[in-house]
């Protein structure tokens, strides 16, 4: 079961997605069992220490590895959204300021930091082998 939350955040991406990216999203979103690490991150609260979201981050960094290599389509459903990055990118940021205590702000932005260099890497693993 969706959070509060996870719904408002679903309802923001219904409005920046196709119906394609839609409706893979939202199989997916259906068919996902419920994560620890899901739940200790909407109760995570606003003045956590260093030690508690360091911790977070690597299990979600972890988690969401897997679920990538599951589901391969899941990271360029949001790259590759109709609206324009810069307007997605916006838009995301202003929703998640407002859905999000400063803890779990920082745990995003950790959490995405490490999973975009991670997509580089292999990407340039998998550009390297073509060659």
């Known amino acids: 079961m969706l ?11 219904t409005r ?4 394609e990216q839609l409706r893979t999203y939202g199989a997916l979103v259906r068919g996902l ?17 260093e030690h508690v979201r360091q911790d977070l981050v690597e299990r979600m960094v972890s988690y969401l ?12 459903l949001y790259t590759a959204v109709a609206k324009g990055k810069e307007s997605v990118r916006e838009t995301m940021e202003t929703v998640l300021r407002e859905l999000y205590n400063p803890a779990q702000l920082d745990v995003l932005h950790r959490t ?4 975009d260099e ?10 390297a082998g073509r060659r």
Request: without cysteine; proline residues 7%; charged residues 25%.
């Open 118 to 127: 991670s997509t580089r890497l292999r990407a340039g693993r998998n550009t």
């Open 65 to 76: 590895l897997r679920l990538w290599q599951d589901h391969p389509e899941l990271p360029g």
């Open 16 to 19: 920046l997605m196709d119906g």
């Open 33 to 49: 069992p419920a994560h620890p690490v899901n739940r200790e991150f909407e109760a995570l609260s606003g003045d956590a220490g």
């Open 3 to 13: 959070s509060e939350t996870d719904r408002s955040l679903l309802l923001v991406m």
């Open 112 to 115: 995405y930091v490490i999973l």
